[in-house]
């Protein structure tokens, strides 16, 4: 029996990543800009780990499995660069001490986050789950 599923492994770093996400949010909107930086670069980071794993070792995997480059891969890969960019004006922000651009820049980020991770977790997550023939393997490449 399969004791975890790229779908459980992968949803378990979404809410990690907006834990951390919340966390920086909050303490910009109270004023609090050494701890919201700080849990902001932290966020960026895992986000960019989060992506990279996807990029680097998921989606691969998958696409050589399946065939498949041109579908879910590739838009979820557009996607990443959406939120990468946002994720740069955030930083630009954050050296002028901008809350208002912050904040307003990380309800934008949060929507798109929250639809890219819908789409993941209800649709291609189970594909890849279905399709690869040692998901817990690809869990261990991803954890290294």
Known sequence: MLTSTINVFMAAHHKECDELFVIAEASVANGDWNKGITQ???????????????????FPEFEAQTGSVGGPTQMMRIEHEQMRALVNEINKSTVDKDSDQFLGLCETLMMTMQQHNMKEEQMLYPMIDHSMPDVAALIDKMNQ
């Open 40 to 58: 902001w670069q932290e966020f960026s980071a895992e986000l960019e780990e989060h992506f990279l794993r996807e990029e680097n070792i998921l």
